[in-house]
């Protein structure tokens, strides 16, 4: 054990508390970032972690690169936020988001589809692939929102090695994909883009779940990344603005089951017996 983790180890838990409290205070005032009612025990996983890689041995010298330095300060709240998914790479995930599609989208006017705190272009491209798949992106809006400027611009600027579809072409089988994923791609110097056609169907967006208001009606919200990171308070809020914002009988994605003792649980039906998949009935 290096002597910097043995530091932190040793710090008394009253003291850890106290820098953390102060460091998430700064977050909000200096940056617009509010991560104090996330779940302590993942937000601190992942500020140890960021901790260990830049050698601090303390939240308080952390808060002090944070505040000081705009290079910490960002790699730093990239960390705490979802962090990048590659190109169908949960096929579970994949296999429910066509599900859920056909049940939502098919016969609605202009469906419309939120990826709330989307974890970047990789889910993006994965859903506007499967839509493609089924017919209905043609006609469908995907609104994919993310916490800051520097994850727009990681999106907007997104792409794969053209080897890297070689590997996803396997995993978009096992999600139910019949054709060539290449196909959906423009591939140039060894690099692949997601086609101009699927590409102008997504809609990028800046957006904060703890302090933003409803933004549309959609037919479907998948959000299964971000809200394990989420204190039972910001749970609640977060599912209340989901609510808000979802037409009657559309489809709401989850990251686990709803307790039946959650305020809004009887607003919902389970897609399926033991999934997180829901339609609203009310």
């Known amino acids: 054990m290096g002597a910097k983790e043995e530091l932190r180890r040793s710090a008394a838990p009253e003291l850890e508390e106290l820098e953390l409290e102060l460091l998430l205070e700064a977050l909000v005032r200096r940056f617009g970032f509010d991560f104090r009612l996330h779940d302590r025990v993942p937000l601190k996983a992942k500020l140890f972690g960021f901790m260990q890689q830049r050698g601090l041995a303390t939240l308080s010298q952390l808060q002090d690169h944070v505040l000081h330095d705009q ?73 994919a929102t993310v916490a800051s400027d520097d994850m727009l611009d990681e999106a907007a600027a997104a792409w794969l090695p053209e080897a890297e579809l070689e590997r996803a072409q396997a995993a978009y089988a096992q999600c139910g994909g019949a054709g060539r994923l290449a196909d959906y791609f423009q591939l140039q110097s060894g690099r692949a883009m997601l086609a101009p056609s699927l590409r102008n169907r997504i809609t990028w967006a800046q957006y904060n779940l703890v302090t933003d208001a409803s933004f549309n009606e959609f037919n479907l919200i998948a959000c299964q990344r971000a809200l394990p990171d989420f204190g039972p308070l910001l749970r609640q809020r977060v599912l209340q603005l989901f609510h808000d914002s979802l037409v009657p009988f559309g489809t709401l994605g989850l990251d686990r089951e709803l307790d039946p003792a959650e305020a809004l649980a009887a607003c919902y039906l389970p897609l399926a017996p033991g999934q997180s998949w829901y339609r609203r009935i009310r």
């Open 71 to 143: 290079a910490t300060a960002g790699g730093l709240l990239r960390a705490l936020h979802v962090p990048p998914a590659s190109l169908f790479d949960d096929a579970s995930e994949a296999l429910l988001l066509r599900q859920a599609a056909e049940h939502s989208l098919r016969g609605a006017a202009l469906p419309r589809i939120w990826l709330a705190d989307c974890a970047g272009a990789g889910q993006a491209w994965t859903l506007a692939i499967i839509l493609a798949d089924m017919g209905l992106l043609a006609h469908a809006e995907i609104h």
